[in-house]
Antibody, heavy 119, light 105 residues
Framework: EVQLVESGGGLVQPGGSLRLSCAAS????????MHWFRQAPGKGLEWVSC????????FYADSVKGRFTISRDNAKNSLYLQMNSLRTEDTAVYYC????????????WGQGTLVTVSS | VMTQSPGTLSVSPGERATLSCRAS??????LAWYQQKPGQAPRLLIY???TRATGFPARFSGSGSGTEFTLTISSLQSEDFAVYYC?????????FGPGTKVDIK
């Protein structure tokens, strides 16, 4: 069974930092790109970042470029999002998301972790 | 830029619902639809513009390519009332439409 479990969310002051983690299981993690998405309270969905399976390519939304860094540890089946210079508008539930897994016919989302940026 | 219409669609159970999604430039068939219910993570509904994801019944169908896409729910059931988002994965950054809320008429 595929599982994605995020952790690391919490309350942080503007300008602060936070590191999110996502533990993956049930599929060959190292062969797949992985994504972070987010959703601010009462708002729509926003893609945040993506990293290739080999960690040789990373992509970012303009809203987080230069502040957030995506990384992964394939030996630990883990995905990370280092968030620096946090702003109030970064307040959201952050989701770790897999691509569509052919055998499953769907993608997988974690349960989400809430990041609140507030003074 | 992805746009969706209408913003809200009020439909009676058993009726047909048609949701639209438009891309500002061609995205070929690199379009997904998501269903999201309150308090839940989104669920992938359609990918490749027309391939239904695992777990969704045949009353859901997607069509279109290029810049114009449609999600059709042939006969709405109570469990289908939700917000539906389209998302392009043709280029970076990946982008979502603002969503269409389907509620009970």
């Amino acid at each position: 069974e595929v599982q994605l479990v995020e952790s690391g969310g919490g309350l942080v002051q503007p300008g602060g930092s936070l590191r999110l983690s996502c533990a993956a299981s049930g599929f060959t993690f190292s062969t797949y790109n992985m994504h972070w998405f987010r959703q601010a309270p009462g708002k729509g969905l926003e893609w945040v970042s993506c990293i290739s399976g080999s960690a040789t390519a990373m992509f970012y939304a303009d809203s987080v470029k230069g502040r957030f860094t995506i990384s992964r540890d394939n030996a630990k089946n883990s995905l990370y999002l280092q968030m620096n210079s946090l702003r109030t508008e970064d307040t959201a539930v952050y989701y770790c998301v897999s691509p569509v897994l052919a055998a499953a016919g769907t993608n997988y989302w974690g349960q989400g972790t809430l990041v609140t940026v507030s003074s | 830029v992805m746009t969706q219409s209408p913003g809200t669609l009020s439909v009676s159970p058993g009726e047909r619902a048609t949701l639209s999604c438009r891309a500002s430039q061609s995205i070929s068939s690199n379009l997904a639809w998501y269903q999201q219910k309150p308090g839940q993570a989104p669920r992938l509904l359609i990918y490749g513009a027309s391939t239904r994801a695992t777990g969704f019944p045949a009353r859901f169908s997607g069509s279109g390519s290029g810049t114009e896409f449609t999600l059709t729910i042939s006969s709405l059931q109570s469990e289908d009332f939700a917000v539906y988002y389209c998302q392009q994965y043709y280029n970076w950054p990946r982008t979502f439409g603002p969503g269409t809320k389907v509620d009970i008429k």
